[in-house]
């Protein structure tokens, strides 16, 4: 039996002797023993504390008159043993802590409610269950509905599309977003169950993905073959043609991705910041393999007279990257990737962590980190 087990079967005995005597201590006591076990990051006998502690409470209808209010904080529990949940990768256990806090707290606690039911789509999703997923937007608007549930129901739809492979389909989702964004955004400044924020992240996201297309492009074009050229003619031909080519891609993709920014969301930022970042440093290495022809001049001309073409720029990138997300603690998966490619690009003035400080500087990360402190 797991040390969480022994705590529920020793406890709930107990919380049921003080409902029926009225002993409201218990109930006080085991709501403080599970969140001094979550600031301890003893994640899985909180969560199971927080459990006992909701069911003992909506088992009771009076709950919310007992006296001291033992019950006042039955919401609370219920939503951080979902994030528990969730986070320790208990998805059963964590959905039906979504259903209920639904079922008990929809019109309450209207926002934190859709904030978890939006956390169960995305659950399902990673699982791939994206039936379910569907059931579960189905079942949210029919209970509320409004511009800004409209542009983050499209939004969740589309992702759903996509993991299903159906590319036309979620394009299709991603422009309505987009179509809404623009047509009522002048509207959607009144207070609302669903935060503005979320609302640009969504809108965020689908311009990363409406992106995407035309980074692919760019990464797709090849570099100049020019093994065995020996004519300076056959070199100029093949290097301008794919340096025009390479920058008029790279000039619609980062326009594409930098929509994004405008919208607030600092994990896409992050995002776009990485790619552009990365584009610009496919540019520097592409143009640092190009082979030297008899008349140097032309080097010089297709590289526009720059010494590396690209490489300030995917520095720049790549350092706004890594310094956003270390200011608002966002998308550390894409830091250290931006990490990575600075010191691909300058391993001089970008030496990687372990060189300087050895393994040891990079703890292991705890493998169940809820919301909010991980990504």
């Given at each position: 039996m797991t040390r969480a087990a022994v705590v529920v079967v020793l406890l709930a005995p107990a919380l049921a002797a003080a409902q029926a005597d009225d002993e409201t201590p218990s109930l006080t006591w085991a709501l403080e023993r599970a969140r001094s076990l979550d600031a301890q990051v003893d994640y899985e006998p909180a969560a199971e504390l927080y459990e006992v502690y909701a069911d003992a409470c909506l088992a009771t209808p009076t709950a919310a008159l007992e006296r001291g209010a033992p019950c006042a904080h039955t919401g609370e529990a219920l939503g951080r043993a979902f994030e528990l949940r969730r986070a320790l990768g208990?998805?059963?256990r964590a959905a039906t802590n979504a259903a209920r806090f639904r079922e008990h707290f929809l019109y309450a606690e209207p926002r934190r409610a859709l904030e978890i039911a939006y956390g169960v789509v995305q659950l399902?999703?990673?699982?791939?269950?994206?039936?379910?997923a569907l059931a579960l937007l189905d079942a949210l608007d029919e209970t509320a509905a409004g511009?800004?549930?409209a542009i983050v129901t499209d939004g969740l739809r589309a992702t759903i599309a996509a993991a299903r492979g159906e590319a036309g389909l979620a394009a299709h989702r991603w422009?309505?977003?987009?179509?809404?964004?623009?047509?009522?955004?002048?509207?959607?400044?009144?207070e609302g169950p669903i935060p503005l924020e979320w609302v640009r992240a969504t809108v965020a996201e689908g311009r990363l993905a409406r992106a995407r297309p035309a980074v692919e492009r760019y990464f797709a074009t090849r570099a100049p073959h020019l093994r065995g050229v020996r004519s300076d003619a056959v070199w100029w031909t093949r290097v301008s043609s794919w340096a025009t080519r390479s920058r008029r891609r790279l000039v619609l993709a980062r326009l594409a991705l930098e929509q994004v920014y405008e919208l607030g969301s600092v994990r896409h930022s992050v995002i776009a910041a990485a790619t552009i970042g990365e584009m610009y440093g496919r540019q520097a290495e592409v143009h640092g393999s190009l082979s030297i022809p008899a008349d140097e001049a032309l080097l010089a001309l297709a590289?526009?007279?720059e010494h590396r073409p690209g490489?300030?720029?995917a520095r720049s990138h790549l350092e706004v990257c890594v310094a956003w997300a270390a200011r608002d603690g966002v998308a550390p998966a894409w830091a250290e990737r931006c990490a990575a490619r600075l010191h691909a690009l300058d391993p001089e003035a970008f030496p990687d962590a372990a060189e300087l400080h050895g393994s040891a500087a990079l703890p292991a990360l705890s493998p169940a980190l809820p919301p909010g402190i991980e990504e």
């Open positions: 208990h998805s059963a399902h999703v990673e699982a791939g269950r994206t039936d379910e511009p800004r549930q422009r309505r977003v987009e179509r809404r964004w623009q047509a009522e955004r002048a509207a959607l400044e009144a590289r526009d007279g490489y300030v720029e």
